[in-house]
Structures are given as C-alpha cells and as structure tokens.
C-alpha cells in the first residue's frame, strides 16, 4: 500500500485507511472474532492507519479495536481517535471531559499513547469551551507525549479550515465532502495542506448514499441527491462494475492533487476490506467517470447543509 505524509505529523500513512466505527456494531452486531479478522486483513495489506472514537457504538467500538490490536507491535500502526461527542446530541469539550476520556480511550486501545487525537464534529459543540478549554489541554498533553498530534474533524468545512488554522491543529477530517457527489473538499484541502496541516476524507460513500443499497433511512441528504445517486449507482451495474468500487477509487485516485493524504473507509468485515485494497489498485474508467458526471451535474456539491433531507445532521 503506497503511503504519505499526513501534513508536518512526520507520519506516514496509507492512502487508504480503515474507519472503525462499524466495529462498534452500530449497523448491525459485530463480533470480537469478526473485529480481529477486520483489523488483521488490514494489517496484512499494508493499512495500518485507525480511526476510532468513544461515540462509536458508545465505547464499543474502541474496545473492540483495542483487542483486534493487542500483540501488535506498537509501532507497527498508527491510532486516531476522538474527544468531545459522547452521544447522538451529546458534546462536552470541557477540560475535564477531554481528560477523563483520552483517560478512557488509552485504556480501551490498550497503549499508552495516541498517534492522532481530534475534537469529534465541532460545529455542533460549544465552540468557545473547544477553544478555551479542549485544545488548550490537549497541548499539555502533546508536551507530555501522552498524545503525538491534534486534529479536529468535522462536515462544515468554513467552520473547519478556520478554527484549524487559527489553531495551527496539525489534522483536519472532513466527511463525505470528497465523493463523486460533493467534492468541496479540494479547494479547502489544498489550502490546509499547504500550511502543513495534514487531510484525511472521511466516508468515500457517503454514508452509504454511494452504495448499490442506497442511502439508509435516516441519511440526511436530500430526496433528489438520494435519486441521483440511484440512477448513478444503475448506471454503474449496466457497466458491470458496483458503484462503491468506482467511489473509492475516485476518492483515492484525486486526493493527492488536492492535498487529501489518506481515505478513511469505514468496514467491519474482512471481506470488505479486502474489496476496498483490490479496488484501490484499479485505475479509474475515465469514460464512466464521464458519465457519471453527466449525470451528477445537477447536484453535485449540493450537501445537505446546503439542502436538507430528512433525517441526521440535517435536523440538528
């Protein structure tokens, strides 16, 4: 797996790596022997970089990554995880919330360090106390070596690339902004990393919108992006080809031009992950990617801050 650098980190990662959300069982149950053989597939082809985060199946997810690891030489992966949402509504950026859960965290991942630690989705917390209180901590924290870098994540990208490099945090994760069907990411990417902070694009799929199963019932993106992506994702099967492959590989094959280091896909099954690396060594169909946006033009970049649905972040 070709890696690179994660902004001034000095970490290397692999252009793609696995999200451990799902290891949380927040689709559908997980097991411990499934967790293992995820987290194993991915070691053996070379994605060695996890994001987690304790709102994950509320803890769940965490653990479940932390056994997956344990015998793993430390040095051989590289960990994200998260402070500041602990629930659906739930955000405390406080500095005793920031301790007692990076306290949590280090127990739950088994290590006495963390690679990478963000504040979880900060548009929707209390931006003032992430200030005042959680990035101020988290610094005497990286003084310490308790954690190695700080990053912030998020969906509204002005809100991201503001506080990121007002801040001088050292990573930014944006989700579902680099897809077939939004590719705000780009500009904003390209600036960050040229002021050395590292990029990571979080959900290729987009929450499932890019899946022959189709957006969930609770996918905030609005009824015509949802149709769009149908008659994109038909489009896809007509040429014999499952539109996740050709999501990913977009994601994959345009980051390094925009400044986005790695890809974070989400999965909980060793067959999937597979999937995702085999796909991720295909060259893109330039002629269908034509297609598709033929297709996507109308709605393309049309997020669901810019257009609600009816369900998630749109209702928050």
């Given at each position: 797996?070709?890696?690179?650098?994660?902004?001034?980190?000095?970490?290397?990662?692999?252009?793609?790596a696995?999200?451990?959300?799902?290891?949380?069982?927040?689709?559908?149950?997980?097991?411990?022997?499934?967790?293992?053989?995820?987290?194993?597939a991915?070691?053996?082809?070379?994605?060695?970089?996890?994001?987690?985060?304790?709102?994950y199946?509320?803890?769940?997810?965490?653990?479940?990554?932390?056994?997956?690891?344990?015998?793993?030489?430390?040095?051989?992966?590289?960990?994200?995880?998260k402070?500041g949402?602990?629930?659906?509504?739930?955000?405390?950026?406080s500095?005793e919330?920031?301790?007692?859960?990076?306290?949590?965290?280090?127990?739950?991942?088994?290590?006495?360090?963390?690679?990478?630690?963000?504040?979880?989705?900060?548009?929707?917390?209390?931006?003032?106390?992430?200030?005042?209180?959680?990035?101020?901590?988290?610094?005497?924290?990286?003084?310490?070596?308790v954690?190695?870098?700080?990053?912030?994540?998020?969906?509204?990208?002005?809100?991201?690339e503001?506080?990121?490099c007002?801040?001088?945090?050292?990573?930014?994760?944006?989700?579902?902004?680099?897809?077939?069907?939004?590719?705000?990411?780009?500009?904003?990417?390209?600036?960050l990393n040229?002021?050395?902070?590292?990029?990571?694009?979080?959900?290729?799929?987009?929450?499932?919108?890019?899946?022959r199963?189709?957006?969930?019932?609770?996918?905030?993106?609005?009824?015509?992006?949802?149709?769009?992506?149908?008659?994109?994702?038909?489009?896809?099967?007509?040429?014999?080809?499952?539109?996740?492959?050709?999501?990913?590989q977009?994601?994959?094959?345009?980051?390094?031009?925009?400044?986005?280091?790695?890809?974070?896909?989400?999965?909980?099954?060793?067959?999937?992950?597979?999937d995702?690396?085999?796909?991720?060594?295909?060259?893109?169909?330039?002629?269908?990617?034509?297609?598709?946006?033929?297709?996507?033009a109308?709605?393309?970049?049309i997020?669901?801050?810019?257009?609600?649905?009816?369900?998630?972040?749109?209702?928050?």
């Amino acid at each position: 797996m070709k890696t690179v650098s994660l902004g001034n980190t000095g970490i290397q990662v692999p252009v793609l790596a696995m999200g451990a959300a799902s290891l949380g069982s927040i689709y559908h149950p997980v097991s411990q022997q499934q967790a293992n053989e995820t987290v194993s597939a991915a070691l053996e082809n070379g994605v060695n970089y996890f994001d987690v985060a304790p709102y994950y199946g509320l803890t769940k997810a965490e653990a479940a990554l932390g056994k997956a690891l344990q015998g793993v030489p430390r040095h051989q992966y590289t960990l994200a995880t998260k402070v500041g949402r602990y629930g659906d509504s739930l955000w405390d950026f406080s500095r005793e919330a920031t301790l007692r859960s990076i306290d949590e965290s280090l127990s739950r991942l088994g290590t006495d360090y963390i690679d990478v630690i963000q504040c979880h989705d900060i548009e929707y917390g209390d931006i003032p106390q992430l200030l005042d209180e959680a990035l101020p901590v988290l610094r005497e924290l990286k003084a310490n070596g308790v954690v190695r870098n700080i990053g912030i994540t998020g969906y509204q990208l002005d809100r991201l690339e503001q506080v990121a490099c007002e801040q001088k945090v050292d990573t930014v994760m944006a989700y579902c902004t680099w897809t077939l069907q939004d590719r705000r990411l780009g500009n904003v990417a390209r600036r960050l990393n040229q002021a050395g902070i590292g990029v990571l694009n979080a959900s290729p799929l987009s929450m499932g919108l890019l899946t022959r199963g189709g957006a969930p019932q609770w996918h905030p993106a609005h009824q015509s992006v949802q149709q769009v992506c149908r008659e994109v994702s038909a489009l896809c099967d007509r040429k014999g080809v499952n539109i996740s492959q050709v999501a990913l590989q977009f994601a994959l094959t345009t980051a390094a031009e925009h400044g986005i280091a790695t890809t974070v896909i989400g999965t909980a099954s060793a067959e999937n992950m597979l999937d995702n690396v085999r796909w991720s060594d295909r060259p893109l169909d330039d002629e269908l990617l034509a297609q598709i946006d033929a297709l996507m033009a109308p709605v393309l970049n049309i997020g669901w801050d810019i257009l609600p649905g009816n369900g998630g972040k749109a209702q928050k």
